[in-house]
């Protein structure tokens, strides 16, 4: 059994999970992934399996047709998937948070109605905040929701959702004037219900075609155009009652993402470092193997430390939202770290491979330009500064 990335602590359930999502990534997924990225070909098979497997409802109560397994096990299972190929996970985040969300500030009606299709795969969720003109500032969004009798009409246009078009549930944020004193009490949460696809998939609601993307292929990202978009009261994330709450539940909806980047993070780190050390073992320079030489060996050192420190940071994270914590300034912490150390874990890997790295027909490749979008994703780097740093200072304030 391979040493590095090892969770004490876990149950036997969790354990049997881990496994069989492990080998259906090194059966279905590591095998296929390089012919499906570089063709931006959407997994369908790979969803299939993953939908059979009961992975969708991974994290959604029994009650509602899941397995009701916690976050740390949902972190677990993402690391694994981005071991085999970071799309694929990617395809599952946005879903688990939007059912995060359902669970924890949804009505009893939107609980009971949207989250058992969810825990099927037959309803796939999107997750949308961002705006061609803000993306860490998002209070600068312009997206608005506007009381009309017993409904609200959307106007706007939302930018980077993953699985825009595959999706049949988005919760989005946007602004509605309640008369609060913050701008953060001025945004509220719709989930908006759409016909999977491109065009227009709601009356009012377009999903444009797929933006192409340097790297994290084969899963769609798009806009979304909101153009009097008409909506009862009860598409509210919680019900009426919880207009002015939707940058809150947003924001607890974005630390289960950033626990979720941080084991992609995890994933790739780990795929990139088996990639490096076999090469490593099996390429011969100046009469030995690449691994002998002690430059080579101490990357691999350098590498197997800071997965370590970045799988023991998420699963901290994970844990403690688990227990009904809060956990902004750790997320942000595993996240930050996370993040970082696989830019640089993948590119030590790179290196190894030498000339050979820069070839399509190698793995490292693909990670290559999969591992800067999670320096981005979820908040950019310096936004977890900002996070963690306030954090500290309230938690040390004089």
């Known amino acids: 059994m391979a040493r590095l990335a090892q969770t004490p602590g876990l149950t036997d359930v969790q354990r049997s999970i881990l496994e069989t999502v492990r080998e259906f990534a090194d059966r279905e997924i590591i095998p296929h992934?390089?012919?499906?990225?570089?063709?931006?070909?959407?997994?369908?098979?790979?969803?299939?399996?993953?939908?059979?497997?009961?992975?969708?409802?991974?994290?959604?109560a029994e009650e509602h047709g899941g397995l009701g397994e916690s976050l740390l096990t949902y972190?677990?299972?993402?690391?694994?998937?981005?071991?085999?190929w970071m799309s694929i996970s990617g395809i599952v985040n946005t879903h688990f948070i939007v059912a995060y969300l359902i669970s924890q500030h949804g009505s009893v009606e939107q609980r009971a109605r949207l989250l058992p299709k969810m825990a099927t795969g037959e309803v796939r969720g999107a997750f949308s905040?961002?705006?061609p003109e803000c993306g860490s500032d998002v209070s600068a969004i312009r997206s608005k929701a506007v009381r009309d009798g017993d409904t609200y009409v959307l106007n706007g246009q939302k930018m980077w959702l993953t699985n825009g078009a595959y999706s049949s549930v988005v919760a989005t944020l946007v602004k509605t004037d309640t008369g609060a004193d913050s701008v953060y009490g001025n945004m509220s949460t719709f989930l908006l219900e759409?016909?999977?696809?491109?065009?227009?998939?709601?009356?009012?609601?377009?999903i444009p075609g797929r933006i192409d993307k340097m790297g994290y292929k084969g899963v769609e990202t798009t806009e979304m155009v909101l153009d009097g978009v008409a909506v009862p009261a009860s598409a509210v994330?919680?019900?009426?009652?919880?207009v002015g709450r939707g940058f809150y539940q947003m924001m607890d909806g974005i630390e289960v993402g950033r626990?979720?980047?941080a084991a992609r993070a995890c994933g790739i780190s780990i795929r990139a470092f088996e990639l490096a050390v076999a090469y490593a073992q099996q390429r011969r320079t100046f009469g030995q193997p690449l691994a002998k030489h002690q430059a080579i060996a101490f990357k691999l050192a350098e590498m197997g430390t800071k997965?370590?420190?970045?799988?023991?940071?998420?699963?901290?994270?994970?844990?403690?939202?688990?227990?009904?914590?809060?956990?902004?300034?750790?997320a942000g912490m595993a996240k930050l770290l996370a993040s970082e150390y696989c830019a640089e874990v993948v590119q030590e890997a790179f290196r190894i491979h030498g000339g050979y790295g820069y070839s399509k027909e190698y793995e490292i490749e693909r990670l290559m330009r999969e591992a800067p979008f999670l320096l981005i994703g979820e908040g950019t780097s310096e936004i977890q500064k900002t996070i963690i740093s306030r954090g500290l200072l309230r938690d040390y304030k004089l």
């Open 33 to 60: 992934a390089q012919r499906l990225e570089h063709a931006d070909e959407y997994p369908t098979d790979i969803l299939d399996g993953m939908r059979e497997m009961g992975l969708f409802g991974l994290t959604i």
């Open 75 to 84: 972190a677990l299972v993402v690391e694994e998937l981005s071991r085999g």
């Open 129 to 131: 905040m961002s705006e």
């Open 194 to 206: 759409k016909e999977p696809g491109f065009g227009e998939t709601a009356p009012g609601l377009t």
């Open 237 to 242: 994330l919680g019900g009426e009652g919880q």
């Open 259 to 261: 626990v979720n980047v």
């Open 307 to 330: 997965i370590e420190a970045a799988h023991a940071l998420m699963v901290n994270a994970a844990r403690l939202k688990d227990a009904g914590q809060r956990n902004d300034v750790e």
